[in-house]
Each structure stands twice: as C-alpha cells, then as structure tokens.
C-alpha cells in the first residue's frame, strides 16, 4: 500500500469539510498519498497542517446544471491526466467523472454519499431536476466498487433501492486533545449553532424562540444561503444585540466559539429522507464541545442522542417548544449533572479513531 495515490473528489472548497479532511489526514497517516480536488468558491483560505496535496479550480459557474457540467468536465480531465491507484468520489454530484474515468484507466470507485443527495430539500419542490439526479443516482451508484455513507437509514435505503451493500461511515470527530466539559450555569446562557445556513435547519424558529427567553444568547456559526434572509429576521424581531452571526469559520476554530456556549441546537425539519435520515456533523461535535444537544426526534438522531443520554427531544420546531427546551437544558441543574458525566462518555466511543475501523473493509 505504501505510496498508493487517492484522488478525493468534492464540490465544496474543503474550508469547512471536516469529514474530507479527517478521511485525508487517516489515509496519510497509513501510507496513501490523498490528492483532494475542490473548486475556491465562495473563498476562504484552508488552513496550514492538513494532509494531502489541494487543488481547487475556478470555476466560471457556482450554482445550478452548468457548474455540475462544468465541475464534472474539470474533474475528468484532471483524473484523466493525472494517475491514481484509487478514486474516492464525495456526493452524487462528482461521482459522474469518477465512475467515467475508473471505466476508461480501470481504476476502482468509492463512493461517499455524505448525504442522501436526491432528497434533499432543494430538490422537493424541483421534480423534473429531482428526476434527473435520481436517474444518475439509479446509473451510477451501483458502478462504484465501494459505498460509504452516514447513516443507518441511508445505508438501509441503498440497499433496498439499488442492492448497495454500503458501509457506515458516521462523522464524528477526532478524540479531542483536551476534552471540553459542560459549562457552569449562567445568568446569561448561550445557545449555540453550527452548520450550514440553509432551509430546514430549524434557525428561523430557534430565532423566534428567543423572543421567549430575554436574558439568553445565540451564537450562529457558519455560513449558507439562507444567511441573509436570518440576519433580516433578527433584525426585524430587534434581536440583534442577542443573536450573533460569526460567518463560516474553519472547523479547527470551532472550539473557541464553543466554549461561551451551554447548549447545542440539531433541529431539521422534515423535508425529505435526506434530513429524516441525516446524523449532522453538529450531533457528534457538540459532546466533544462540552454541549448537550437539542435534537429534532428522528429515528437516527434520537438513537444517537437517547443511547448516550446526551439531550433532549424533540417532536416539533414551535419557537415555544424550542425555549422550553432551551431553558430546561440550561436550567436543570439534575439534568446538567447527569449530562457532565454522559458527553465525555459519549466522546470515548464515538471518535474518529474508532470509527476508523471500517477501512479495513474499504481499501
């Protein structure tokens, strides 16, 4: 294995794609050489220390069917020009050049579905866009030779839908150096969010709940297209001295914005059996941030959170509900007590370092 050349495929610009980067840095550390292929849109510069070699292209379309066409040109005509002994392609919407490419060098395919990509919820109210990436999904996944994804349901699904025999790969961190533990509590807590600001993340009501807590704090992290559209809202509904946006930040930042907060938001509407099934990278972080997690109750997010007794549930997104919530999560000295004990307990098992052991399957 040593010196083998893998080529990681995304369609992000790899500042914030925690899960690449810890895939990358395993790859490395067992003598593979990763070359990691992004675009540079919307910018930001990757930090120093992460392994592998980058490229990221410029491309002259960032959104909609001409930047896929375009991005999937880009990436065959690199994979093509450039060898590899392996392919390990993130999403649906690079495993098009992958797939061509390992046919034309025979070269094997790992497929990385890090979301359920045909149902996402930009794509519930686009059938005629949704039908054609079912069709590329139905074409190309079963010509991957491996198949990772994130979660129980998902994996379930492929192998339903298309005899995908795909293994679990989850997103949780890296055992943490120093172990962050739970907050005291606060006469003025913090209420802490990080991800993607995009539709059906729960933030639009997590912002009116604030309405219903006036001595609280919230810090968004992260960056999305819903952004400006949130920053309006809290505006509107003059929170602006309590609901605090920070933009995207690489994940090796995360911590600090962390440690001023008490507790952790994974709310999803139900949009499709992409979010249904999802397990976010946020889940498996805030315990490792010293946070218990306020979690939207579907079935892979409740395992997670019931199991190792690191949260609370919830049946609906009412703002009400929502500070009820908050508010016993930061209020409950019993619950807060147990929650010290069950996050670093949490952290011990589910650790990249553990997780890790499925490549054994895959290379």
Same mark, same amino acid.
């Given at each position: 294995?040593?010196?083998?050349?893998?080529?990681?495929?995304?369609?992000? !610009?790899?500042?914030?794609?925690?899960? %690449?980067?810890?895939?990358?840095?395993?790859?490395?550390?067992?003598?593979?050489?990763?070359?990691?292929?992004?675009?540079?849109?919307?910018?930001?510069?990757?930090?120093?220390?992460?392994?592998?070699?980058?490229?990221?292209?410029?491309?002259?379309? !960032?959104?909609?069917?001409?930047?896929?066409?375009?991005?999937?040109?880009?990436?065959?005509?690199? &994979?093509?020009?450039?060898?590899? +002994?392996?392919?390990?392609?993130?999403?649906?919407?690079?495993?098009?050049?992958?797939?061509?490419?390992?046919?034309?060098?025979?070269?094997?395919?790992?497929?990385?579905?890090?979301?359920?990509?045909?149902?996402?919820?930009?794509?519930?109210?686009?059938?005629?866009?949704?039908?054609?990436?079912?069709?590329?999904?139905?074409?190309?996944?079963?010509?991957?030779?491996?198949?990772?994804?994130?979660?129980?349901?998902?994996?379930?699904?492929?192998?339903?839908?298309?005899?995908?025999?795909?293994?679990?790969?989850?997103?949780?961190?890296? $055992?943490?150096?120093?172990?962050?533990?739970?907050?005291?509590?606060?006469?003025?807590?913090?209420?802490?969010?990080?991800?993607?600001?995009?539709?059906?993340?729960?933030?639009?009501?997590?912002?009116?709940?604030?309405?219903?807590?006036? !001595?609280?704090?919230? &810090?968004?992290?992260?960056?999305?297209?819903?952004?400006?559209?949130?920053?309006?809202? %809290?505006?509107?509904?003059?929170?602006?001295?309590? %609901?605090?946006?920070?933009?995207?930040?690489?994940?090796?930042?995360?911590?600090?914005?962390?440690?001023?907060?008490?507790?952790?938001?994974?709310? &999803?509407?139900?949009?499709?059996?992409? $979010?249904?099934?999802?397990?976010?990278?946020?889940?498996? +972080?805030?315990?490792?941030?010293?946070?218990?997690?306020?979690?939207?109750?579907?079935? +892979?997010?409740?395992?997670?959170?019931?199991?190792?007794?690191?949260?609370?549930?919830?049946?609906?997104?009412?703002?009400?509900?929502?500070?009820?919530?908050?508010?016993?999560?930061?209020?409950?000295?019993?619950?807060?007590?147990?929650?010290?004990?069950?996050?670093?307990?949490? %952290?011990?098992?589910?650790?990249?370092?553990?997780?890790?052991?499925?490549?054994?399957?895959?290379?």
């Amino acid at each position: 294995m040593e010196g083998k050349r893998i080529i990681i495929t995304v369609s992000n !610009n790899l500042v914030t794609d925690n899960r %690449v980067a810890k895939i990358s840095g395993y790859l490395e550390a067992i003598g593979w050489k990763p070359v990691l292929l992004g675009r540079r849109w919307p910018g930001g510069k990757i930090p120093e220390g992460r392994a592998g070699k980058i490229k990221r292209f410029n491309l002259l379309f !960032n959104k909609g069917p001409l930047f896929y066409l375009e991005l999937n040109i880009r990436l065959f005509f690199y &994979l093509l020009l450039n060898s590899c +002994d392996r392919i390990w392609a993130v999403d649906l919407d690079t495993l098009a050049s992958a797939i061509l490419i390992s046919k034309i060098r025979k070269i094997p395919v790992t497929f990385d579905s890090h979301e359920y990509f045909t149902e996402m919820p930009e794509l519930q109210a686009r059938p005629a866009v949704k039908w054609i990436w079912s069709q590329l999904e139905r074409f190309l996944i079963t010509k991957a030779d491996r198949c990772v994804t994130v979660s129980e349901g998902i994996r379930k699904i492929y192998k339903i839908k298309y005899g995908v025999d795909a293994l679990l790969l989850r997103n949780v961190p890296n $055992y943490p150096k120093q172990l962050h533990r739970l907050r005291e509590l606060s006469d003025s807590p913090v209420v802490y969010y990080q991800g993607a600001l995009n539709v059906g993340r729960g933030l639009v009501e997590s912002i009116k709940a604030m309405l219903y807590l006036p !001595n609280y704090f919230m &810090l968004i992290v992260g960056a999305g297209d819903e952004q400006e559209e949130l920053q309006e809202l %809290v505006n509107h509904l003059q929170l602006t001295d309590r %609901v605090i946006f920070t933009g995207a930040l690489p994940f090796e930042e995360l911590a600090v914005e962390a440690q001023k907060a008490h507790v952790g938001l994974c709310l &999803l509407e139900n949009m499709g059996l992409n $979010y249904y099934h999802s397990l976010p990278n946020r889940l498996f +972080d805030y315990p490792a941030l010293g946070l218990p997690i306020i979690a939207t109750a579907f079935p +892979d997010i409740s395992e997670i959170v019931t199991n190792y007794e690191i949260g609370l549930l919830l049946d609906n997104l009412e703002p009400q509900n929502i500070a009820a919530a908050i508010k016993t999560a930061c209020e409950d000295e019993s619950l807060r007590e147990k929650w010290a004990l069950s996050l670093p307990a949490c %952290v011990k098992e589910l650790n990249w370092e553990n997780e890790c052991r499925v490549f054994e399957k895959l290379l």
